[in-house]
């Protein structure tokens, strides 16, 4: 299934916001927060999506998650949620589902999910799904965080960079609901240590 039909299975008929989404994940300065990356998450959530309380609110957050992303702007969840909450709104989604993909899309700054938040989980591990990738698709997703960071030198970006990896390595939960959390877990932090040892010149 592609991309776009996948936007059709939700909204039927609102092919031009789908197409306007799309346009926004091709922008030519994005190298990771592209539609692979989309189509990516996408995939995770179908996969489990029956472990979700509201599996469209959490693809509709999929969607819009990276609508808005400017390489160095400290407000794009933010943004990307109040595209959303207009978006949805025009297309006549119901307000309480609204207002939950408007959260869903402002936990992605964080991945901060509460207990019991079973849409935020599937959101939060579909988002991160790509640490637990095989060693060969981990390093391009890594190749493609530095060339969207290419004007940082590197004297700055490595150190920055693997000050974030090691949040993300030392969380006690890395992936919170997906049946294979503990495979996930363990691949995820072998490849985070090995970007951070990296990063930092230890190999």
């Known amino acids: 299934?592609?991309?776009?039909?996948?936007?059709?299975?939700?909204f039927p008929g609102a092919d031009a916001v789908g197409?306007?989404?799309?346009?926004?994940?091709?922008?030519?300065?994005?190298r990771y927060h592209t539609t692979a990356h989309l189509a990516r998450m996408l995939e995770v959530i179908d996969a489990h999506a029956e472990l979700a309380a509201d599996p469209d609110a959490v693809r509709l957050a999929a969607w819009f998650h990276d609508a808005v992303y400017e390489?160095?702007?400290?407000?794009?969840?933010?943004?990307?949620?109040?595209?959303a909450g207009t978006t949805l709104a025009a297309l006549g989604f119901a307000p309480e589902r609204t207002a939950e993909v408007a959260r869903l899309v402002r936990l992605?700054?964080?991945?901060?999910?509460?207990?019991?938040?079973?849409?935020?989980?599937?959101l939060a591990?579909?988002?991160?799904?790509?640490?637990a990738s095989e060693s060969a698709?981990?390093?391009?997703?890594?190749?493609?965080?530095?060339?969207?960071?290419?004007a940082v030198p590197?004297?700055?970006?490595?150190?920055?960079?693997?000050?974030?990896?090691?949040?993300?390595?030392?969380l006690p939960e890395i992936f919170r609901i997906v049946p294979a959390r503990a495979e996930w877990t363990a691949r995820a932090r072998a490849n985070l240590e090995s970007e951070i040892a990296s990063l930092l010149g230890a190999r």
Do not use: C, Q
């Not at 591990?125 to 640490?131: E, M």
């Open 1 to 10: 299934m592609s991309v776009i039909e996948a936007w059709r299975r939700i």
């Open 19 to 30: 197409r306007d989404l799309l346009a926004r994940y091709s922008e030519p300065h994005r």
């Open 71 to 83: 390489t160095f702007a400290p407000d794009n969840e933010e943004r990307s949620a109040s595209l």
């Open 108 to 122: 992605t700054a964080g991945h901060n999910v509460e207990p019991g938040d079973r849409n935020g989980a599937l």
């Open 125 to 131: 591990d579909a988002d991160l799904a790509i640490l």
């Open 137 to 150: 698709d981990y390093a391009r997703y890594a190749e493609a965080v530095r060339a969207e960071y290419a």
């Open 154 to 170: 590197d004297d700055v970006f490595r150190p920055g960079r693997a000050a974030i990896l090691r949040k993300l390595a030392d």
